[in-house]
Every structure is written in structure tokens, then in C-alpha cells.
């Protein structure tokens, strides 16, 4: 009872109580938003092991909150269904077992109405927890929260990554929405480079104090040093034109351009363009509002690493490494830094110096993954507002490209 009279006394406590419950509710409503274009039938399909259904996401983020929330801190909290547990688990060994994630297109049941009704009562669920929390537990579900909804922004990203490779496989080439997917046409931009002089420099995220602001995940951080030789970065992404003439000098035909497991990827895959490209008269692309005549003046997106790297040997160029970027980004340098493409690095996705995760499943998010992927920074015209930051580290396999990856060149200064 103490607690719950310090919730109404402190006004601090209770604006942030507020802001954290609305900023919940706008979050949680743009992943339905975003699945109200589809049919039923559009949410229950898997179209490749790694993409998953978009009814799967939404009850996924809705298990998150559910596991690592409402469980815990909500006292008499009952789960909506107690088998959702396997279901919608997606990774989390320390949680329990899991539905297979390349069968997630086999689950018919539990149906979209019923996604629906568990999503509104987690949400409800949650906001009840906002409202009635001690004042004494509110820094750490204000943490968690906070989590789960970057977690949520996360998968609406996914959620229009999967539907394009989805509704790329139908012969109809069915729009997910009537407008372009760019906000304005694209216009021929000059390309200049950038040059810094090198040196120690510091990056990565500390939390509020170390200057970054905000949140971050785990693994934008410690912010730490590191050295850096002079480079060139350039001002903007590499377009569909250029990327073009990378494959009429016959880029995809001279070994001499890729990495050996790229090359090998290009024979056993016939990769001939990037994904999503169809040759007829002239080029053409399939977006998220259907086939599209090619626009050289647009950045080239859903490239892999392999590609990136190959188109940037070619132009004599490389790619950049991660802390390159971030420099140049947070200097504010970079054209088209986020809202067009996520920027593949050539830097691994790996710890940074005294990294650990936290303690328990939350732990699993992100470390876990720190091998055999690489690091893409930035992010897309898929990316929720306000999501991405100078700090982000996003991560795929070098051979993806459903993913809305692009290109950046650097070269040594």
C-alpha cells in the first residue's frame, strides 16, 4: 500500500508511468497496423526456413512480454495459453523447448482472431502492471519494457522482410501496399568522399551517462577505444545504375571479384542480380507495392555481404569497417545514413572488449549469435522510426538478402 501511495504522490513517477504505457500501446498497435492489408490466408505462410509467418511475429512479441514481464512481476499474472510457451518461443533454451523454427508455417492453429485476442491481453495485461508496479520494482519493468518494445520494433522490420520474400514467390507478384516503398523519388546524388584522419577513437554505447543517450542493446557496448588508420568514406549508398554496371562488366561471371564461399554461393545459387531483380525488356524489381521498373538513382538493396564485397572490389573500392562507420555517422556526415538500407561492414559480428550478457535468458538475445555472421549498420526503409541509432549493430549470415541490405564504400585514406 506504501508503494502504491508513492506511485500517486510522485507526479515524476507517474508521468513516466504514463509515457512508458502510451509509447506500449502506439508500439504494440503499429504491429497489427501493419499486418491489416494482409488476408488470413497472407499470415499463416512460411516462404524459407529462415522467414516466419506474419501471425508468428505477432504472437512471439506478445510471448516475450509474457515471459519475461508479465510471469515474473504481474502477481496472479495467468498465461493466455500455457502451450503458446513452445510455440512462440523462438531461441530461448533457458526458457524450454520450441515448435522448430522452419516449421512455423505448419501452425495453422492457433488462428489469426485468437493471435489477436492473446495480443490484447497481453497489452491489457501489461499496462495493468504499469499502472499498479511498486515504486521500488519500477526501474527494473521500466528496463524490460523498454526491451520489449525495441524488441517488438525489431520484428515489425521482419514482419515486411518476410511478407516481401512471401509475396515475391507468388506468380501474381501481389502489392502488400498500393504506395511506393521510398518516401520521394530518388535524384541523381553526386558522390563525394569523405576523409578523416584516423587515430584512437571511441565508439560504442555506455548508456545515458557516456554521452550516447538511450537505449541500446547489449551489444552496441562497452563503449570503448579503438584505433583507426586514415580513410575515405562515401557520402551516400551505391545505386541500382552502379550496381548494374558491375553486372554488365560480368560481375557475376569473374571469380577474381568474390571471396571463396561468396563464389561458391554464386554457383550453387545461380545468383546473376541481387535478389528481387527480373530481367526482361530492361530491368525490373519487385517491391512491397509490386513489380516496379529498376531506378539506377535508388540505393541497390537486398544485396548479401558476399555481393557488397564483390561490387566493392570491382569498384576498386572496400567496404567500410564498422567503427569507420559510426564515426562518420555520428559526425553527421553520411547521407542516407538510415530510412533507405541497412550497410553491410566488413566487420564481423563479434564482443566488443569487456562485453557480457546478461545473466539468464534475457542474456541470450544477442551474444549467442557472435559467430559466423556480419555486422550491417544504419537501417532500412522497413526500420520503425527512431529505432535505429549511430550505435546499432544489426547481424545477418553473409550470404543473406531478404534482408534490406546495401552498400557503402570506404577505401583506405
Keep these: 500500500m506504501a508503494s502504491l501511495a508513492k506511485n500517486k504522490a510522485d507526479p515524476a513517477l507517474r508521468a513516466a508511468r504514463e509515457e512508458t504505457a502510451a509509447r506500449l500501446r502506439d508500439i504494440r498497435r503499429h504491429s497489427e497496423q501493419l499486418t491489416e492489408p494482409l488476408l488470413p490466408e497472407d499470415m499463416v505462410v512460411q516462404s524459407m526456413p529462415d522467414a516466419s509467418p506474419a501471425k508468428w511475429h505477432l504472437a512471439h512479441t506478445s510471448w516475450f512480454f509474457e515471459t519475461f514481464l508479465l510471469t515474473p512481476y504481474l502477481a496472479g499474472y495467468r498465461a493466455f495459453d500455457p502451450a503458446y510457451a513452445n510455440l512462440f518461443n523462438s531461441y530461448y533454451e533457458a526458457v524450454g523447448p520450441r515448435h522448430p523454427r522452419p516449421a512455423r508455417g505448419m501452425l495453422s492453429r492457433p488462428g489469426v482472431a485468437e493471435i489477436a485476442s492473446y495480443r490484447a491481453h497481453v497489452t491489457a495485461a501489461a499496462e495493468k502492471l504499469i499502472a499498479s508496479a511498486g515504486a521500488e520494482s519500477w526501474p527494473e519493468i521500466a528496463t524490460l519494457i523498454e526491451l520489449g518494445v525495441n524488441h517488438e520494433q525489431q520484428h515489425q522490420e521482419l514482419i515486411l522482410m518476410d511478407l516481401k520474400h512471401l509475396f515475391a514467390q507468388n506468380p501474381l507478384k501481389p502489392a502488400y501496399r498500393a504506395r511506393g516503398e521510398s518516401k520521394a523519388p530518388h535524384k541523381a546524388r553526386a ?60 560481375g557475376y561471371r569473374r571469380a577474381e571479384f568474390w571471396l571463396s564461399d561468396g563464389w561458391a554461393m554464386v554457383q550453387a545459387q545461380a545468383w546473376q542480380a541481387p535478389l528481387y531483380w527480373e530481367k526482361g525488356d530492361g530491368w525490373s524489381v519487385f517491391t512491397l507495392s509490386g513489380m516496379s521498373k529498376l531506378d539506377p538513382f535508388a540505393p541497390v538493396v537486398h544485396v548479401s555481404h558476399y555481393e557488397a564485397d564483390a561490387f566493392a572490389r570491382w569498384a576498386g573500392r572496400r567496404l567500410p569497417v564498422e567503427a569507420e562507420w559510426e564515426i562518420a555517422a555520428v559526425a553527421g556526415l553520411l547521407e542516407q545514413a538510415v530510412g533507405e538500407a541497412w550497410q553491410w561492414t566488413a566487420s564481423a559480428y563479434g564482443p566488443y572488449p569487456g562485453f557480457r550478457p546478461a545473466a539468464g535468458a ?39 538478402r531478404w534482408c534490406f541490405g546495401g552498400i557503402r564504400l570506404a577505401e583506405d585514406g
Design 191 to 250: 558522390l563525394d568522399w569523405i576523409s578523416f584522419k584516423g587515430g584512437l577513437a571511441e565508439i560504442g554505447h555506455d548508456g545515458p551517462m557516456s554521452g550516447s543517450g538511450g537505449f541500446a542493446f547489449d551489444n552496441e557496448g562497452p563503449r570503448h577505444k579503438i584505433w583507426l588508420e586514415p580513410f575515405r568514406i562515401a557520402s551516400r549508398l551505391a545505386t541500382n545504375g552502379e550496381y548494374l554496371a558491375f553486372i554488365e562488366d560480368g
Design 362 to 400: 534475457i542474456g541470450e538475445y544477442n551474444g549467442k549469435f557472435m559467430s559466423g555472421q556480419m555486422v550491417l549498420r544504419g537501417g532500412s526503409l522497413a526500420t520503425p522510426p527512431g529505432h535505429a541509432r549511430a550505435t546499432y549493430r544489426n547481424f545477418f549470415p553473409p550470404a543473406s
